[in-house]
């Protein structure tokens, strides 16, 4: 019942600034408060004309605010970006980027990591000098000499 | 629209340029080698990214030294003849038909060179080492930096 009343008291006020609207004489709230009453569902049909008036500028207004939609947008790949950053940052404190295994067991510490390495690089060198000095040995004019002195005591 | 595809544009491209030096070693039949024996007892595994290393500047270290595991050893070099597609032989030994050395240049990737270095040695014990490096350096100058070591 109060609902009621208060709704046939929104239609007198409607009414009565619809009328001032049409003279011109409405001020900027009074025109708010008439657009939010016009964008109601379930209004008589009477109100059809201004519904499409009005209702034109409050759609229009609408409009305007579609425009904030790729801000939201930006915020989210924004928020997306932060939220993978501070992931890969978690990831890489979790898993440093230089490590060895020795044993089964992980070393984090750089130098320690960096000397293993440097083992296995010297394992390549020592390995390249025994090539080298098996060339060599090859090339040993003593080792010919005494290959060829074999033939000459036959 | 047209403004979301001219930024996600660069970060597109952002990303191509990283996933290639991210996934450069893993294109290779040795990436399976540090997977599966990484871990284990008798094995040492070195992984350096981004670090000077006796004056050399590698983008990636990677190397494995195997103790007693002839199985180890067979599974490497079958690896490695996969690998060795398309790269430059800079130097090989063939002991008693066996690949027991090889120096490889791989291809470019990027703009990162690539060398594999893989040695096997019998006395005083069977010990394979293998080493993966990238770097922007040129790979020759690395070679010749490792072997001016000797």
Same mark, same amino acid.
């Given at each position: 019942m109060i609902i009621n009343i208060k709704r046939k008291t929104n239609f007198a006020e409607a009414d009565r600034l619809i009328e001032r609207y049409y003279d011109g004489l409405t001020t900027v709230g009074e025109e708010k408060w008439l657009r939010k009453f016009l964008m109601q569902s379930n209004l008589p049909e009477r109100y059809q004309v201004e519904k499409d008036i009005l209702g034109f500028y409050e759609t229009k207004k609408l409009k305007s605010t579609v425009h904030t939609l790729p801000f939201a947008r930006w915020s989210a790949a924004a928020a997306i970006l932060v939220v993978c950053l501070l992931s890969v940052k978690f990831y890489t404190v979790a898993n440093p980027a230089s490590?060895?295994?020795?044993?089964?067991?992980?070393?984090?510490?750089? %130098?320690?990591?960096?000397q293993t390495a440097l083992a296995s690089l010297t394992e390549i060198y020592s390995a390249d000098n025994e090539v080298e000095n098996g060339l060599n040995s090859l090339n040993d004019n003593?080792?010919?000499? %005494?290959?060829l002195n074999v033939f000459t005591n036959n | 629209m047209k403004s979301i595809k001219m930024h996600f544009v660069p970060i597109l491209i952002l990303l191509l340029a990283i996933s290639p030096s991210l996934l450069a070693q893993k294109d290779l039949q040795i990436s399976k080698v540090? =997977?599966?024996? @990484?871990?284990?007892? @008798?094995?040492?595994?070195? =992984?350096l990214t981004n670090e000077m290393l006796d004056g050399y500047d590698f983008s990636s270290f990677k190397s494995i030294t195997i103790k007693n595991n002839p199985s180890a050893a067979d599974f490497i070099r079958k690896c490695l003849e996969k690998d060795q597609e398309g790269a430059k032989k800079v130097k090989q030994v063939i002991a008693n038909g066996v690949l027991t050395s090889v120096y490889l240049q791989l291809p470019r990737k990027g703009q990162l060179y690539r060398l594999i270095l893989f040695n096997e040695t019998f006395n005083p014990e069977n010990k394979i080492t293998l080493i993966y490096i990238e770097s922007k350096n040129d790979s020759e100058n690395i070679l010749k930096l490792i072997l001016k070591k000797k």
């Open positions: 490590f060895a295994y020795v044993n089964g067991k992980k070393v984090t510490d750089v %130098q320690k990591v960096k003593e080792l010919i000499d %005494q290959q | 540090f =997977d599966q024996y @990484g871990e284990k007892k @008798g094995v040492v595994m070195v =992984d």
